[in-house]
Antibody
Framework: QVQLAESGGGVVQPGRSLRVACAAS????????MHWVRQAPGKGLEWVAV????????YYADSVRGRFTISRDNSKNTLNLEMNSLGAEDTAVYYC?????????????WGQGILVTVSS | DIQMTQSPSSLSASVGDRVTITCRAS??????LNWYRQKPGKAPQLLIY???DLQSGVPSRFSGSGSGTDFTLTISSLQPGDFATYYC?????????FGGGTKVEIK
């Protein structure tokens, strides 16, 4: 069965960097686009970034463009999110999500989420 | 960016009730509209995609309708596990955007 497991969260000081990862299993990872979606405490869902199945196309939310970088390693079935210049507004649970099918931008499977807290 | 507005933001209902949640887009998204249910402390779960298609494994009491800018999620008979927050999401264009959520609470 499809499984997505995030890792790498924690507490980080403002202005610093953090990398979160998502380990995928149970499906052909290299065939699907992958996304990061976040949720600030007590708030709604915010889409963060997408990477195409082969890593050639990447798109970002305005709120993170230029600070966050999405990447993937299809040989290791791993999705990554490198976050730089973090601010309090980036505090959230970060979910990785799989596309239902190519470029449909529908999230059919989600990880359990990983909490990133930006605080001094 | 396409803004998604859900109403109501919260509602109270009883087990067995019929519940309707609406979602309005700031511009046409055709049928590129999806619905998710999120239980407390859990990841969202896809319920409906392409406005009206039921995701595999989702009970038939969930249904979706609409096109263009106005959409509806209906739960025909509310079950205990349906007390949760529901989100619509447009997949028409980037940036992908979600509605603010509708919290369904026990009356």
């Amino acid at each position: 069965q499809v499984q997505l497991a995030e890792s790498g969260g924690g507490v980080v000081q403002p202005g610093r960097s953090l990398r979160v990862a998502c380990a995928a299993s149970g499906f052909s990872f290299s065939s699907y686009g992958m996304h990061w979606v976040r949720q600030a405490p007590g708030k709604g869902l915010e889409w963060v970034a997408v990477i195409s199945y082969d890593g050639t196309n990447k798109y970002y939310a305005d709120s993170v463009r230029g600070r966050f970088t999405i990447s993937r390693d299809n040989s290791k079935n791993t999705l990554n999110l490198e976050m730089n210049s973090l601010g309090a507004e980036d505090t959230a649970v970060y979910y990785c999500a799989k596309e239902k099918s190519a470029e449909l931008f529908i999230f059919d499977y989600w990880g359990q989420g990983i909490l990133v807290t930006v605080s001094s | 960016d396409i803004q998604m507005t859900q109403s109501p933001s919260s509602l109270s209902a009883s087990v067995g009730d019929r519940v309707t949640i609406t979602c309005r887009a700031s511009q046409s998204v055709s049928n590129y509209l999806n619905w998710y249910r999120q239980k407390p402390g859990k990841a969202p779960q896809l319920l409906i995609y392409a406005a009206s298609d039921l995701q595999s494994g989702v009970p038939s009491r969930f249904s979706g309708s609409g096109s263009g800018t106005d959409f509806t999620l209906t739960i025909s008979s509310l079950q205990p596990g349906d007390f949760a927050t529901y989100y619509c999401q447009q997949s028409y264009s980037s940036p992908l955007t979600f509605g603010g959520g509708t919290k369904v609470e026990i009356k």
